[in-house]
């Protein structure tokens, strides 16, 4: 798949000239693209709630995010474009932050915490409380080149492209090809794209679970030296004895790659002046090492372990104010391949000159035993000639994963199992309010750019697990002067 893709990226050039010279006569052809066009959005992402994966579905889920993208469409000629995008995403995660909860608080919140902890070694910890670890933020980039031509009658749009992203944890290379096929005087749209997406994992583990292996499960090496382990009743137990914590599975990943393989299909419809309909499918096979290294699992037949006071056990008393961490028995593992269908149906209706209503159903399925539904509704508002509200609402409800039970409930004889309560039964609600304001004679300038429109978005998330959500979002699209 790979050198079909590079294959297509060296050759397509010359096959699409080959094509267009091939194609009959045409009096007159409107460029596809008039000039350059910029479009910006910059959003800000905050969220909360008490399920993290990261320590076992509970603590603290807080995270916040800001986030750039901008996309460039270029035309090169009368028939072809070529788009350029990136996206530059910098958040600040608490949940992540506890890979080790016992490097402290930078953030004031627990003082005492982050003294004790630069002082007398990683003696407490708290899944309630975000810690100072270098986990706790990272910057996520992204870039996509595409390609497009247009055939002559403008029937015919063929694309490729080339994508690329990074994180701390994880590098993935993409690319795909895609065809457009317009009939009945452009009122009838065909679509099929195929991607391609490779990613390389650089697993980054809980404290507890690398320091075991590095150490060659020595408790009294590296970061275990000097400090006490607790078994459930706030005894401490002989790091050297048959009955010692130790994690569940007898190693860490080894396969460090994943692929992900989506074909789309897309068939679009204009079935009067006033409605249109479509339907999208996106059938997804993925392969490799597809769990979460970070996400800690607790079973239940298997005792309980603690790095923190004594007298804070029994754990379960109180855990919000208990200043103890529970050793996680193993990390999230799950299977190495996986199936997802996503089938969505659009439907747009104009109502008036005025009101326009974008209605969206999709169900999904997978191997993995989810299913899902959402159900979203977009009302546009014209207010005068160039500003639209768009107030929006979706529902979202699945079913849990196979291998999913919550905190200290999954059961160590399984294969797989997660924590992860987005893999859970969970029904969501967002509620949405947009504002654009649209100048088609693009009158406002900021320097040769013109500017088509201006857009500002809210947006409020709630999950029925407990999980909240805000998003401010802002974009502005602008066009070369010619």
Do not use: C
């Not at 923190?308 to 379960?316: L, Q, T």
């Not at 539904?373 to 196979?402: M, S, V």
């Not at 200290?408 to 949405?432: H, M, P, R, V």
């Amino acid at each position: 798949m790979k050198k079909l893709i590079m294959l297509s990226l060296l050759f397509y050039p010359f096959w699409a000239l080959a094509q267009t010279a091939n194609d009959p006569p045409v009096m007159f052809k409107k460029r596809v693209l008039e000039t350059t066009e910029v479009d910006i959005l910059t959003s800000y992402y905050t969220q909360d709630g008490q399920n993290a994966a990261v320590t076992g579905g509970i603590g603290t889920e807080q995270l916040s995010d800001f986030a750039s993208y901008i996309n460039i469409s270029i035309p090169l000629n009368i028939d072809d474009v070529l788009t350029i995008d990136a996206t530059v995403s910098a958040y600040t995660s608490a949940s992540s932050s506890n890979l080790n909860p016992w490097s402290g608080d930078s953030d004031g919140d627990d003082d005492e915490r982050e003294d004790s902890y630069i002082n007398n070694g990683p003696t407490t910890g708290t899944p309630w409380v975000a810690s100072s670890g270098a986990s706790r933020k990272d910057t996520w980039i992204n870039t996509n080149i595409g390609y497009s031509h247009s055939s002559n009658d403008r029937n015919s749009i063929y694309s490729t492209n080339v994508s690329f992203a990074n994180e701390y944890d994880y590098t993935s290379f993409g690319g795909g090809i895609g065809i457009v096929r317009l009939f009945n005087q452009k009122n009838t749209e065909l679509s099929l794209n195929a991607t391609l997406f490779k990613d390389s994992w650089r697993p980054q583990y809980p404290t507890e679970i690398k320091t075991y292996f590095n150490a060659n499960g020595n408790l009294n090496a590296d970061f275990f030296q000097g400090v006490d382990i607790l078994d459930q009743n706030g005894i401490i137990i002989n790091k050297a004895g048959p009955n010692a914590w130790k994690p569940t599975s007898s190693s860490l990943i080894n396969n460090k790659g994943r692929n992900t393989y989506v074909l789309s299909f897309g068939f679009s419809q204009i079935v009067s002046k006033t409605t249109q309909i479509a339907v999208i499918v996106d059938p997804t096979y993925q392969k490799g090492w597809l769990a979460n290294p970070m996400q800690r699992v607790y079973f239940a037949d298997k005792d309980n372990f603690y790095i923190g006071n004594a007298s804070s056990i029994p754990f379960y008393t109180d855990p919000k104010n208990k200043d103890v961490f529970q050793l996680a028995d193993d990390i999230e593992r799950l299977p190495n391949s996986r199936f997802k269908v996503p089938i969505g149906v659009r439907f747009n209706q104009f109502l008036h000159e005025n009101f326009v209503i974008r209605t969206y159903y999709r169900y999904y399925f997978d191997d993995w035993g989810i299913q899902s539904h959402t159900a979203d509704a977009e009302l546009a508002i014209k207010l005068g000639q160039k500003f639209t509200i768009n107030p929006n609402y979706r529902f979202y409800t699945q079913t849990a994963a196979d291998y999913f039970a919550p905190f200290d409930e999954l059961l160590s004889t399984d294969k797989y199992y997660t924590s992860d309560y987005d893999l859970s039964t969970f029904n969501a609600n967002q509620f949405g309010l947009g504002l654009m304001y649209t100048d088609i004679f693009t009158k406002k300038h900021i320097w040769k750019f013109g500017l088509k429109n201006l857009t500002l978005d809210y947006n409020y998330y709630k999950r029925s697990t407990g999980l909240r959500a805000h998003i401010v979002s802002l974009g502005a699209k602008f066009s070369l002067d010619r």
